[in-house]
Every structure is written in C-alpha cells, then in structure tokens.
C-alpha cells in the first residue's frame, strides 16, 4: 500500500523529533547529575594552622664578591727573576718574600755609590781645613778677599756633591731592596705570571702574580634608590646592620657579615645604588667575582600572624586564602602580604591559629567541601631551631602560587 507523500514527511519528522528528545533529554540528565556529585564530592587538602611569630624584615640584592685588595705584583727594577718562592694558589702573608731578582748589579752600583759618597767627603773635609785657614790668614791682611771667597765657595760645592752622593747610595740600597719582591698584603696569589730565568721589567702590565685579600673579604650588590633613605635612618642611628651572603639558588646562606659603606649616587640607568658588605670569610666560602644573592637585615617584625608560601592564592582581587571553617567547607579571606622568611609569609586578615588551605586549592571554590589528607601536608607547620614553622607541601608549590580564581 501506497503511503502519501504528505504522511511519510509527518512520520519522517516524528522520527526526528522523538529521537532528539531521547538523546537530549538524557545528556541533560547526565549533566545534572554530575553537576550534582562534584558539588557535594570533598576535595582532599593539606592544611597548616597560622602562626604568631618574630620574622626579620630584609632587603635583598644581587652581588658579585670582591677582595678588599687586589693587588697586581710588579718588580719595582729591571732584571733577570732568579727564584719564585711561592707556591699559585698559596696564602701568604704581607711582607712575605715572593719572588728573588738577581741583586749583583744592584751590590756594584750600592759600592760604587758609597765610594763616591766616600772621595767627596774627604774633599769637603780638606776644602773646610782650608777655608779655616784662609779665615786667619784674611784677618791678618795676608791674603786677598777673593781667594777666600773663593774657598767658600769650593766648599759649597763639596757639600752639594756630598749631598749628592748620599742621594745616589740612598737610592741604590732601595734598588737592592726592590730586588727581593714582597706581597703588599695578606692573601691568596693566584697563577704566577713569569717563570723564573726570564728578564722582567717594572714597565711589564702582568706583573708577576696577583694577591688578593680574602680575609676579610667585601661583596659590592645593589638596592633600589627607594629604600636607601630605610637603610641611612639605620646607619644614622648607629646601628650595625647585619648582612647574609646566600648561594646563586638563594637556598644556602654562606656567611655573616656587616654593611660596610653606601655609595654617594645612584645609577641613573638602573635606578639603583651600591653597597658594600664585608664579610670575616675565615673559611673561605666566599670567593672573588662569586656571583651572591645579599640579605640586608634592617629590622624584625615582632609578633606577626604567618602562613606558608603555598597557601596564599592571588585572584583580581588580591592576595587570599582558603580558610578551613569548622564544618569542614572553606571560605575566601583576603589577605595582605608583608615580608616574607623562606617559605614563611607574614599576612594581616587572618588571626593565630586560622586553619588555611595549603595544598589542593585549585580545586575549591567558595563554600566548597573538604576533605583534611593526613600526614605532612596536614600536619600545622614544623618548626626550625629558633621556633619559626614552616608548611612542609608537596613539589610544584611555590609561595607565589598563582591561581586565576578570583575570591
């Protein structure tokens, strides 16, 4: 049996229209179910309690080490490098002898020095005898005016070759000095230059090793010029303040220090100022044009309310965290961040003893459930020696941890 052409288009679209309300009635029934469980499934977090602690208020700059001296040693006189006395890489002491030159034209010219010195005193001696006599001989009209004045005159020019010569033998027992070279300071002679055998001269611009002074030793770093009037309050008052060399990674500290000096400008390209730190370096960690991270302590904030680095998100409203509520769901709490110690950030908004989230905050929202994990990541922060905690969480967190949720 024929079917019209109108009834198979009606049966055609009742077809379509039945299998669209089935498939879309259930891919509805779906989303709302899932919808449904992800609302009231727990998200497992790691949580850490806020802690009242003192925690340092530093300025942080980066630096390059460098000796205190830095000295290039050169021969003061030409001549042939007879010995070597050190060893490259030894420390050595100011005044210890380096380097021999051979001295035995220095010894001939020192003789022939004190010979000359010797011959015109004896002529000044005798002009003197002379002169005495002439004086006598004048004052009993035996003799004319101008012989005398002509003696005295004779003895002036004895003593000016006098004075000479004493010049010539001074200067000669200085170069027989310059030929044992010395180190001007204590340090650490690097790789020596020349070798002993070759001809030097005072004119060479390598010199014959180079000391440096590491103990003490100085690392020059730099801040910006807006907190150079923080760090000149300190100083004016008095105050010593006490600087931290840390490792490249900014996870080692390598030694104590003080700053030594601030420089009188700032650099117009970078808008920032040079300082001087100074560090004892008696073993030796530091080490010269070692690349540093500087820790300027200027002051301790007393009694702040801290949290871990990894708890504190950032959304377009700023800085905030998840706060545990006794229900065991979370809220949103603003926060403001001050200064920081490691991983340990000091907030204001939150009081001591607020449970905050610390790990599993990309998968909350406001209100959410939560589901406490136990172990490290739940644990209130551990401490270290001196009583500061710290959240111990998992690889990937980072205390500027990022996330594009707003509160």
Same mark, same amino acid.
């Given at each position: ?12 679209? #009742? %077809? ?10 259930? &891919?509805?029934? +779906?989303?709302?179910?899932?919808k ?10 790691? %949580? ?6 003192d925690i340092?208020v ?20 030409d001549? $042939? ?8 890489? $030894?420390m050595?002491?100011?005044? /210890? ?10 010894? =001939? ?12 005193? !004896? ?15 004048? #004052? /009993? ?15 002036? /020019?004895?003593?000016? =070759? ?6 010539q033998?001074? &200067? ?11 180190s001007?300071?204590?340090?650490r002679?690097?790789?020596?230059q ?9 004119? *060479? ?13 100085t690392? %020059? ?14 100083i ?10 840390w *490792? ?12 030594? =000096? ?12 040079k ?5 004892a370096?008696?073993?030796n ?17 007393? *009694? ?15 800085a ?5 509520? &006794? ?6 709490q ?11 950030? #000091? ?6 003893? *607020? ?7 990309? #998968? ?5 459930? %939560? ?5 490290? +990541?739940?644990?209130? !922060?551990?401490g270290?020696?001196n ?12 205390a ?8």
């Open positions: 049996m024929k079917l019209s052409r109108g009834f198979r288009l009606l049966l055609i679209i #009742s %077809i379509v229209a039945g299998a669209g309300w089935y498939f879309f009635g259930q &891919s509805g029934e +779906s989303e709302k179910s899932g449904h469980n992800g609302n009231n499934a727990a998200v497992p977090v790691g %949580i850490a309690a806020a802690k009242t602690i340092p530093y300025l942080q700059g980066l630096g390059n080490i460098v000796p205190r001296s830095n000295v290039i040693v050169h021969t003061r006189v001549g $042939q490098l007879m010995t070597v006395n050190f060893n490259e890489g $030894q050595v002491k100011k005044d /210890q002898l380096l380097a021999q030159l051979d001295d035995r034209p220095f010894v =001939a010219a020192l003789e022939q020095a004190q010979g000359a010195l010797a011959r015109d005193q !004896a002529l000044l001696a005798e002009a003197k005898i002379d002169l005495d006599r002439y004086q006598t001989l004048w #004052s /009993q009209d035996s003799i004319a005016k101008q012989q005398l004045d002509t003696q005295a005159s004779l003895v002036k /020019q004895y003593e000016g =070759a006098v004075l000479n010569d004493q010049g033998l001074d &200067s000669a027992k200085t170069n027989l000095i310059y030929t044992k070279i010395t001007p300071v204590n340090g002679v690097g790789l020596r020349v070798d002993a055998g070759n001809i030097v001269h005072a004119a *060479d611009a390598n010199g014959i090793v180079i000391v440096a002074e590491l103990q003490p030793i690392a %020059i770093f730099t801040i910006p010029e807006d907190n150079v009037p923080d760090v000149n309050k300190h004016a008052a008095g105050e010593t303040l006490v600087a931290e060399a *490792d490249r990674d900014n996870k080692n500290k390598l030694a104590d220090g003080t700053l030594a =000096a601030v420089d009188n400008q700032v650099d117009p390209t970078t808008g920032t100022v300082l001087r730190a100074e560090f370096n008696e073993d960690s530091l080490f010269p044009s070692q690349f540093v991270n500087i820790r300027l302590k200027l002051n301790t904030l007393k *009694d702040a309310v801290t949290v871990p680095g990894a708890a504190i998100q950032h959304g377009t409203k700023g905030f965290v998840y706060l545990v509520k &006794s229900d065991n769901t979370v809220t949103v603003n926060i403001t961040i001050g200064p920081a110690d490691g991983e340990t950030v #000091s907030v204001t908004g939150l009081n001591a003893g *607020d449970q905050v989230v610390t790990d599993g905050a990309d #998968s909350l929202r406001e209100g959410a459930k %939560i589901d406490i994990a136990t172990g490290d +990541s739940a644990a209130p !922060a551990t270290d020696d009583g500061k905690k710290h959240h111990k969480h998992k690889d990937g967190d980072n500027d941890k990022t996330s594009d949720k707003s509160p």
